[in-house]
């Protein structure tokens, strides 16, 4: 009995490392994520060019870089923003379209037809405390 416990133990001692947690500094991109990435595509149903932009959550009203400027046709903010988008730099009002995980897939023809995608040049988001 003595010679299965004192195995046991050598095994244990030999695999503890093998057993324990990954850190972060073995796995650098392991990290955790906070809300302020949004994955904007050029066409509806996340294809075409598609993008990952770092806006943050600060409610600052962001020009769309070129390539989506005017063509957002999908559109999807990390879990726990807001984000809208809007025709003009004034970031005011409820916004071309509202944005909360996991997006929206064609914004060509948003909420019931509408052409938000063709329309939208600026996006603005902030952090969502109440997001499903």
């Known amino acids: 009995m003595q010679s299965i416990l004192a195995i046991t133990i050598s095994l244990l ?27 904007v595509c050029t066409g509806s149903n ?5 993008q990952v932009l770092s806006l943050g959550i600060s409610g600052t ?15 999807g903010p ?8 809007f025709a003009d730099g004034s970031c005011t009002g409820s916004g071309l379209a509202i ?10 023809s948003y909420n019931g037809g509408q052409d938000a995608g063709h329309a939208a040049h600026y996006i603005q988001c902030r952090q969502c405390t109440n997001c499903v």
Request: glycine share 8%; charged share 10%.
């Open 13 to 39: 001692s030999v695999l503890s490392p093998v057993l324990a947690a990954p850190s972060s500094a073995e796995h650098p991109a392991l990290v955790a994520r906070t809300p302020g990435n949004v994955y």
């Open 46 to 50: 996340w294809t075409n060019t598609c």
């Open 61 to 75: 009203c962001t020009k769309l870089p070129s390539t989506y400027d005017g063509h957002i046709g999908s559109a």
């Open 78 to 85: 990390d879990q726990g923003a807001i984000c809208r988008l």
């Open 99 to 108: 944005l909360t995980y996991p997006g929206e897939s064609n914004l060509y």
